[in-house]
């Protein structure tokens, strides 16, 4: 489980943020912000900052995921 917000948000926002089943979702929710995103990996503990979304991570995630 994914979960995308603005990098300007800085700490986890639980409320605000959009949740994800994929990281190729996320991705997508991110490329929608219009801005840098943060996408962090939920896990049992607390939330991982796992990567951007920004013009070269978007490119990178167009080349794997096709989209």
């Known amino acids: 489980m994914f979960a995308v917000q603005p990098i300007a948000w800085k700490k986890f926002d639980e409320h605000g943020a959009q949740y994800s089943c994929s990281i190729h979702s996320a991705y997508r ?3 929608q912000w219009g801005e840098p995103c ?12 796992w990567c951007r979304t920004d013009a ?3 490119a990178i995630a167009d080349l794997v995921f096709g989209c």
Do not use: E, H, V, Y
Request: charged letters at 10%; zero cysteines.
């Open 29 to 31: 929710i991110g490329q």
């Open 38 to 49: 943060m996408i962090w990996r939920l896990t049992s503990g607390q939330p991982i900052r």
């Open 56 to 58: 070269n991570t978007n």
